[in-house]
């Protein structure tokens, strides 16, 4: 609780939008995802869901993902991400390009 008190509530709320935004960004468009979050800021929470093609298995995805650790959520078929005021720009990229090539290569089998 100290931390987040000493960093700031807004810095942290900037930060993790900011976050969101480089996932929305990524998956928007993304062949192999459907982005199931609002991409709207105003209606928008510290969290991103992407709903995954039928032809994946998201049980075997999820576990290639969290054997890469990328730590998400998998929760009635679809991933969440929710990263936080300690994540990185880049480890969000990371676990956002993970996830397209693990999509890419489990629908490609």
Same mark, same amino acid.
């Given at each position: 609780l100290s931390t987040i008190l000493e960093v700031g509530q807004e810095v942290i709320e900037s930060h993790i939008l900011g976050l969101t935004q480089v996932l929305i960004d990524q998956f928007a468009n993304d062949e192999h995802t459907r982005l199931f979050s609002p991409a709207v800021l105003s209606e928008r929470a510290g969290i991103v869901t992407i709903e995954l093609p039928k032809n994946v298995d998201?049980?075997?995805?999820? &576990?290639?993902?969290?054997?890469? &650790?990328?730590?998400?959520?998998?929760?009635?078929?679809?991933?969440?991400?929710?990263p936080h005021f300690y994540n990185t720009r880049d480890e969000v990229l990371a676990a956002a390009a993970y996830t397209k090539d693990i999509l890419q290569a489990v629908s490609a089998s």
């Open positions: 998201p049980t075997k995805a999820f &576990e290639q993902l969290t054997r890469r &650790e990328v730590f998400i959520s998998f929760r009635n078929g679809k991933f969440r991400y929710s």
